[in-house]
């Protein structure tokens, strides 16, 4: 058998597993049309499951999509139902939906205040509180399986300059993740979260073209990070992937980063 030969079949083997992994399952994720929310549905998609989308924007990508306002409690309610019915169940959401906020206290309104949280906080255990009904049916039933996975943020864990309002509101969705965890472990379904470092997004992306030196700008960013890059979107769909998955039963209340280092590494300067 050749080294090639013996490259091959794991991987090929891995593919397959990773393919089924998901097979049966229904997932939905908010704020799917772009950025982490994208990725996080095409990984999904890729490994099996029906995926279905909430955003206010339509991707190109085939999910099947719901136009919603996560601040909308009867938008929210209509477009789970609406996800139930088409595909008969739901195993797995993911709270992806969210905005951004630069600014110490002093530099954001109250009217901003609200809309971030209401977005950012609210709005996640809006979407939770509409699909756990069907959640816990999933939990019920013959997969056993229901998840959340709730997007955090680094900066629910490191305090980062200019991002009072933004790390208040994801500091809040962690201590829901927990809160929720504890909640829900009876009826089966496990909650969790991601928290990203500086992720390669449309959002940052909008940031960096605002700067007065993008390039200088987005190397600071980079520095900050240990590993030196941004995180990409399908690094965290990875992440997503793997909590919300039928081989995490024993995966709950946790807090995962993928941050490049950024939370716990220490690294001399060069």
Known sequence: MTDGNHTTRPRAAAETRTAAEYEGTVALVTGGASGIGLATARELRARGAEVAVLDLTESDEPFFHVRCDVTDDAMVRSAVDAVVDHYGGLNVLVNNAGIGAQGTVEDNAPAQWHRVLDVNVVGTARVSAAALPALRKAAAGPSGHAAIVNMC??????????????SASKGAVLALTRAMAADHLRDGIRVTCVNPGTADTPWVARLLSAADRPDAERAALEARQPNGRLVSAAEVADAVAYLASPRSRATTGIDLAVDGGMQGLRLRPR
């Open 153 to 166: 943020s680094i900066a629910a864990t490191a305090g980062l300059p200019q991002r009072a309002l933004y």
